[in-house]
């Protein structure tokens, strides 16, 4: 194994592009680093992108968006502030990963790039519309973040590509987001289910919403029919009902012991009801 | 296969070693350093036996590159004795009997000494969320919390 420490991201690239071999990004190794002890991945390249300028940063843009680098970790997202403020959801559920030690290396961008289906990182990202900014051969292109995962630990980046960053839009007024996912203990465990809602309010009317569901389908996926269920309405019983069975008809999950289909299925309605709540105070300032 | 120089700083001292790049921080700090008080337990990021600090961040040393660590700050359960005088938390693990095989031990002082850096005055429940990634088999963890909780007080009323 060759292990690389380009300096910019073009020289990442081109690593990755001249490559014959099997390549891994590296940045905090936390699937890597345990793929390659445990001899299921054995990369003949390693290119570690901690040497690129601003792949620790995480800057708001001038449209109040927000750009989160690479090689940030979940613990440093947690400890960021105004990043939570604004995308409480985006921040709680990457800090649902692992433990404090694995808090301290994760990162957003191999979350996605891990291409799990239960990755707790990227479902509130789905819901905010983010996109991430990719690299390669080809220059350079923004891709939306639901666009990325193509099944269970694939991607459609192609050889030599690689995501350069995450790009959150401004919050604007009256929005609030939330993530929620099922697990059988308190903690150090992957999402048997998992949902994030994004929505924005005028008064006590939803005006827009996203209801992204992850660990129920091959792919994280946005469930229009939930949001279309809430969009509209003041969140009340009926919506949520609404919002509830359009979650469950979304599911087409796997059947394991530590959810079954028809659980992982209910579940996803409860879990779709409880974030829309919570997404819906933060919009309303009820709550943070 | 050729080897990769580093130099890094292990509790406070400059060192450097020749490594494989696929050789983890914790294998080379116990066979090209010579410290073998970080353990590895499951040598996949899941029981903290090999916990240290980099940079500050408590992390998985086996979890981590050697080729990573150069030009960074490690610490580990080495450095946190004071030449013969222990720290409150091993004093504290002595007192309440808070270890039995040994193994989980070293990890969990390196995160307990972390989390009371950065928080002095955690509640029981902030304590164990912190040490969630610090499993051990053999005390059932009442113990440990007791010692940890029971040092923070002492490193509280001495400062």
Same mark, same amino acid.
Request: with cysteine; proline share 4%; hydrophobic share 40%.
């Given at each position: 194994?060759?292990?690389?420490?380009?300096?910019?991201?073009?020289?990442?690239?081109?690593?990755?592009?001249?490559?014959?071999?099997?390549?891994?990004?590296?940045?905090?190794?936390?699937?890597?680093?345990?793929?390659?002890?445990?001899?299921?991945?054995?990369?003949?390249?390693?290119?570690?992108? %901690?040497?690129?300028?601003?792949?620790?940063?995480?800057?708001?843009? =001038? #449209?109040?968006?927000?750009?989160?680098?690479?090689?940030?970790?979940?613990?440093?997202?947690?400890?960021?502030?105004?990043?939570?403020?604004?995308?409480?959801?985006?921040?709680?559920?990457?800090?649902?990963?692992?433990?404090?030690?694995?808090?301290?290396?994760?990162?957003?961008?191999?979350?996605?790039?891990?291409?799990?289906?239960?990755?707790?990182?990227? @479902?509130?990202?789905?819901? /905010?519309?983010?996109?991430?900014?990719?690299?390669?051969?080809?220059?350079?292109?923004?891709?939306?973040? !639901?666009?990325?995962?193509?099944?269970?630990?694939?991607?459609?980046?192609?050889?030599? =590509?690689? $995501?350069?960053? $995450?790009?959150?839009?401004?919050?604007?007024?009256?929005?609030? #987001?939330?993530?929620?996912?099922?697990?059988?203990?308190?903690?150090?465990?992957?999402?048997?289910?998992?949902?994030?809602?994004?929505?924005?309010?005028?008064?006590?009317?939803?005006?827009? +919403?996203?209801?992204?569901?992850?660990? $129920?389908?091959?792919?994280?996926?946005?469930?229009?029919?939930?949001?279309?269920?809430?969009?509209?309405?003041?969140?009340?019983?009926?919506?949520?009902?609404?919002?509830?069975?359009?979650?469950?008809?979304?599911?087409?999950?796997?059947?394991?012991?530590?959810?079954?289909?028809?659980?992982?299925? !209910?579940?996803?309605?409860?879990?779709? %009801?409880? +974030?829309? %709540?919570?997404?819906?105070?933060?919009?309303?300032? =009820? &709550?943070? | 296969?050729?080897?990769?120089?580093?130099?890094?700083? $292990?509790?406070?001292?400059?060192?450097?070693?020749?490594?494989? @790049?696929?050789?983890?921080?914790?294998?080379?700090?116990?066979?090209?350093?010579?410290?073998?008080?970080? %353990? =590895?337990?499951?040598?996949?990021?899941?029981?903290?036996?090999?916990?240290?600090?980099?940079?500050?961040?408590?992390?998985?040393?086996?979890?981590?590159?050697?080729?990573? &660590?150069?030009?960074?700050?490690?610490?580990?359960?080495?450095?946190?004795?004071?030449?013969?005088?222990?720290?409150?938390?091993?004093?504290?693990?002595?007192?309440? &009997? +808070?270890?039995?095989?040994?193994?989980?031990?070293?990890?969990?002082?390196?995160?307990?000494?972390?989390?009371?850096?950065?928080?002095?005055? @955690?509640?029981?429940?902030?304590?164990?969320?912190?040490?969630?990634?610090?499993?051990?088999?053999?005390?059932?963890? #009442?113990?440990?919390?007791? +010692?940890?909780?029971?040092?923070?007080?002492?490193?509280?009323? /001495?400062?």
């Amino acid at each position: 194994m060759r292990y690389h420490t380009p300096s910019s991201f073009e020289d990442a690239t081109a690593i990755a592009a001249r490559a014959t071999g099997t390549t891994r990004y590296l940045a905090g190794g936390t699937d890597v680093l345990v793929q390659l002890r445990s001899d299921v991945v054995t990369p003949d390249d390693l290119i570690d992108v %901690k040497h690129i300028p601003g792949v620790k940063d995480i800057t708001q843009t =001038e #449209d109040g968006g927000w750009r989160i680098g690479v090689a940030v970790a979940g613990a440093e997202m947690t400890e960021h502030g105004g990043l939570g403020r604004d995308w409480p959801g985006i921040v709680e559920g990457m800090d649902l990963i692992g433990s404090t030690q694995v808090q301290g290396r994760a990162t957003l961008t191999g979350n996605l790039c891990n291409g799990s289906p239960a990755a707790d990182g990227v @479902p509130a990202l789905i819901a /905010a519309n983010a996109t991430v900014t990719v690299s390669g051969p080809d220059g350079v292109r923004d891709v939306a973040v !639901e666009a990325i995962p193509a099944g269970p630990g694939k991607t459609i980046l192609a050889r030599g =590509e690689m $995501v350069t960053a $995450v790009n959150v839009p401004a919050r604007g007024q009256n929005g609030g #987001d939330a993530y929620l996912r099922f697990i059988p203990r308190t903690e150090m465990d992957i999402a048997v289910v998992g949902c994030a809602v994004n929505l924005t309010v005028e008064g006590d009317q939803i005006t827009s +919403a996203r209801v992204v569901l992850g660990a $129920v389908a091959p792919t994280i996926r946005a469930v229009e029919d939930a949001a279309r269920a809430i969009i509209g309405t003041t969140l009340d019983d009926a919506a949520l009902d609404a919002l509830d069975a359009a979650a469950s008809a979304a599911c087409a999950p796997i059947d394991d012991k530590r959810g079954t289909i028809e659980f992982r299925t !209910e579940v996803a309605g409860v879990l779709a %009801k409880r +974030a829309a %709540k919570i997404a819906y105070a933060r919009a309303r300032g =009820e &709550a943070k | 296969m050729s080897k990769i120089h580093v130099t890094t700083t $292990v509790n406070g001292d400059e060192v450097e070693y020749l490594c494989d @790049p696929r050789e983890t921080l914790l294998d080379c700090l116990r066979d090209r350093v010579g410290l073998t008080g970080a %353990k =590895e337990g499951c040598g996949t990021g899941d029981c903290g036996a090999c916990s240290v600090t980099l940079d500050g961040r408590l992390v998985c040393s086996c979890l981590v590159l050697g080729a990573e &660590a150069e030009g960074k700050e490690v610490t580990t359960i080495e450095g946190m004795a004071t030449g013969d005088t222990l720290h409150p938390l091993q004093r504290k693990f002595i007192e309440h &009997a +808070a270890l039995q095989c040994g193994i989980c031990t070293p990890g969990i002082l390196v995160a307990a000494k972390a989390l009371l850096e950065k928080n002095p005055d @955690p509640t029981e429940t902030e304590m164990r969320y912190w040490l969630a990634g610090n499993l051990c088999r053999c005390t059932g963890y #009442d113990k440990i919390i007791r +010692a940890v909780m029971d040092a923070a007080q002492e490193m509280r009323e /001495a400062s």
